[in-house]
């Protein structure tokens, strides 16, 4: 049971006030949702988690509750939260694939570590964004792997809890990352060709000029 007197446990106690006055089961508040299923509502306001500000308004406009006082609640719990979140750079100040992937690692967390299982379903469900499997979305936020389109990082923002008026400056970030990797690739091919050459071509000793054999003698000269 969450602690009443903190944010989070405050905010578990409302999302359940609003569901007892609606007089609703979980499976019938999904029914009136979109892309929410019977578990993550429940989830919502067990007060174990915190939900994504996306969640909160759809647990309250299946209640027909006014989401208003919810959210309220539900940034007092993110503002708890804040120091425990990792460092993010601004999203206007990232220019590479690294800084990109820590921001997505923070905006993870931020709306409350949903898991991977869970934003696959998300993706699936809900309309206008492409689906984001599991497997892609756990090397994404967990930094193993650069989102490949601007729609695949728009769906994840989307089911992250990011309003649209948002989308746009991520997508540039996305775009600054994106120019820096062709560079990366080659900067990897090239320390590949270099092994690839060490282990195909090992190491002989020239013999031109004045060089000197291994043994330290000058090698043989044409009579």
Known sequence: MPYLDRPLGLLAQGLRNARIRAGLTYSQMAGRTVGFSE??????????????????IAYAHACDTEPGPLLK?????????????????????????????????????????????EIDKRTRSSPGIIRVPRTTAHQIL?????????????????????SAAEHAEWLQ?????????PSDRHADRTRKDQLQRRITHP???????????????TPPTAS
């Open 39 to 56: 578990s993550t509502l429940k989830r919502a306001a067990s007060g174990k988690t915190l939900p994504t500000r996306g969640t909160v």
């Open 73 to 117: 609640a539900w940034e007092e719990a993110v503002e708890e939260r804040r120091p425990l979140r990792p460092a993010a750079p601004r999203i206007r100040k990232i220019r590479d694939a690294a800084a990109l992937g820590a921001a997505l690692h923070s905006l993870h967390v931020k709306a409350g570590n949903p898991s991977c299982r």
């Open 142 to 162: 967990y930094r193993q792997r650069f989102p490949s389109s601007r729609t695949q990082l728009k769906a994840l923002l989307t089911v992250l809890g990011v």
């Open 173 to 181: 970030a996305w775009s600054h990352a994106n120019r820096q990797r």
């Open 203 to 217: 190491r002989l000793t020239p013999w031109f000029g004045n060089a000197t054999s291994s043994s330290g003698t």
